[in-house]
């Protein structure tokens, strides 16, 4: 029954050595920022002044310390016009790769599975003729889009979001190909996999949602972060 269930997963096992890039997203460490002081001194003057500097600092916002932490710099321009759009179709990557974990959803919700048919059906099919679409894509997001000024940062920036949503992916992939062909009950299956598509479907849809209101969606933890890193500072 797992075999059935899973069968997409065998065609993405060249994938498994981007498993050290999605360790790297949990075990980086938390970065603080450093203050810079001058020699130490005695006067009461010079503390005063340091405490002054220090209580009317400005707040910062989640969006800052993202890329204080993560990133080297964050132009938060909206989006206009076809850029929306664009900024959407990197997502199909990560939706394509991850739809197998919606397998017992469409089963017991029709109209969802319906909807899944209509929306993704063929492209699932063409993207299982090619197995090795998945990379040419994974290649296109990261590389191709780097550096590439002539692109809005914004769009490169959901690119490689998208990618790196994918490459998150590769964990729950590993486990489910190490309990391939055991018979394994529906019972502790189905919320395991449940639970992926709801993490997948939540990001994607998060992100189509801002970038189609002309906002950039850099609030995803660590992975939002990453990002910025990637598109680099221009």
Known sequence: MLANTYKAMTTRRFLSPLILLACSLALVPNVEAFVTTGPATTSSTARAGAIAKTTTAPPVSRTNMNTARYGFFSQNSDLEGSDKLKACVPYILPIL????????????????????????????????????????????????????????????????????????LIGPELIANAFEGEDMPRALMEPCSNFVWYYLVAMVLYCISTNLRGKKPDQIPYISGWSEFMVGPF
């Open 97 to 168: 790769d991850g739809d197998h974990f919606g397998t017992f959803i469409y089963d017991r919700l029709p109209p969802i599975g319906l909807l899944h048919d209509v929306l993704l059906g063929g492209l699932l099919h063409i993207y299982e003729i090619f197995p090795f679409m998945g990379l040419v894509l994974f290649v296109s997001l990261t590389l191709g889009t780097r550096g590439n000024t002539e692109m809005s940062r914004n769009v490169r920036f959901s690119a490689q979001q998208a990618a790196l949503i994918d490459v998150s």
